[in-house]
């Protein structure tokens, strides 16, 4: 009896789990945050709406996540989306640097601080990756490491490159007339 009653009672608590309507919600929330990840990462407005619904497609359906990391879970697979559309791979070491990135034009906030967005897209595919998933999105060097099928001296190799780089083109900006 007792056993019994403990089965309904826990029936009756609330799903922990993330549900379709639930990760539904979350897209008309966020979605102009969710498809600015998908932009960021892709550099191309057909590859970032490409890899924004794929990623809303394979959230709805991979749902066994708490409720509360519905969010994590979201970029995540928008993150990895992009990574399988642009197969983003480290330039080799003998590689020519590329140009310094020069831009006018509107800088953004993240997390990360200030940035110039049209630099951020001008980054090669690689150190934009590792850009947006370190910087902006808070992945460790050890997670990008495994998402992007590389070492983590790659990671930071690619991230202190592309602050180079940035910095570079933020003091173009800040010294325009």
Request: aromatic share 10%.
């Amino acid at each position: 009896m007792r056993e019994q009653g403990r089965h309904q009672g826990r029936r009756n608590e609330p799903n922990p789990f993330a549900t379709r309507e639930d990760f539904i919600d979350l897209f008309h929330e966020d979605m102009n945050g969710l498809y600015q990840l998908s932009f960021l990462l892709t550099g191309d407005h057909e590859k970032a709406e490409k890899c924004f619904v794929a990623g809303i497609e394979d959230s709805v359906r991979e749902n066994r996540v708490f409720r509360q990391w519905a969010r994590s879970w979201a970029k995540r697979m928008i993150v990895e989306c992009a990574i399988r559309e642009l197969k983003p791979r480290p330039s080799p070491p003998s590689s020519s640097p590329s140009a310094p990135v020069f831009s006018h034009s509107e800088q953004s906030g993240g997390s990360g601080g200030h940035f110039d967005r049209e630099a951020v897209l001008k980054l090669r595919d690689f150190e934009r990756f590792v850009f947006v998933m370190s910087v902006l999105e808070h992945y460790s060097d050890h997670e990008c490491a495994l998402l992007l099928g590389c070492s983590a001296l790659e990671i930071r190799q690619a991230r202190l490159h592309a602050l180079e780089e940035l910095a570079s083109s933020h003091q173009v900006v800040s010294f325009a007339p």
